[in-house]
């Protein structure tokens, strides 16, 4: 069965080290060049346009900080603050708080940063993720389950004689039960720093 030939997947040293390499210029400057304008800033009010016209001057200072926070796995102050804005939802009775959808704001380099270890993650994700794993990694597409469930309904037509079952999981909370230990002790304890500061 499907079930019972699973195995864990086990990130090997190598990979682990891509995961906590310093940081360089060239990763800094595609991930400041990717920042969408017209987004409203955080507590510092710096938006990430000013990080794109002085991206040069700045990058190596930025470099190093962030390959500090990497050593350390140590998130700087302002990155730990958000301010929190409350959106109504449409057509809704606006006395109610479950009526409005909290949107956090938050500094535009912390967002660089996180943005850059992101992309790390990503980049070796599908190595390791099952192929029918279809949600948030690139280049595939939850809508893809969908031609998956097309694709069985098919086969029984032309094979009625067939028993088939679909059983497709969706797992709450599916984040907070990763073992980020298996990415091994420093990006753990960057993840770990990302998500309880």
Request: charge should be negative; hydrophobic fraction near 40%; proline fraction near 4%.
């Amino acid at each position: 069965s499907f079930l019972g030939e699973t195995k864990d997947k086990v990130i090997g040293e190598e990979m682990k080290e891509i995961l906590v390499k310093d940081i360089t210029w060239s990763e800094l400057k595609i991930t400041i060049e990717n920042q969408k304008n017209n987004k409203t800033p955080g507590s510092d009010g710096i938006p990430g346009e000013l990080y794109k016209a002085i991206g040069k001057q700045i990058g190596p200072l930025m470099v190093e900080v962030y390959n500090e926070v990497l050593l350390a796995a140590k998130m700087l102050d302002s990155w730990r603050e958000a301010l929190i804005l409350l959106i109504p939802k449409e057509d809704s009775d606006l006395r109610f708080i479950q009526n409005y959808r909290p949107i956090s704001l938050l500094n535009t380099d912390y967002k660089i940063f996180a943005t850059i270890i992101a992309n790390r993650l990503k980049g070796i994700l599908n190595q390791y993720i099952h192929i029918d794993q279809n949600g948030f990694l690139p280049n595939r597409q939850i809508r893809n389950n969908l031609r998956i469930v097309l694709n069985v309904l098919e086969y029984y037509e032309a094979h009625p004689e067939k028993q088939i079952a679909l059983v497709f999981l969706d797992v709450q909370k599916a984040f907070d039960n990763l073992m980020f230990s298996n990415l091994g002790t420093k990006f753990e304890n960057i993840v770990t720093t990302i998500y309880t500061s």
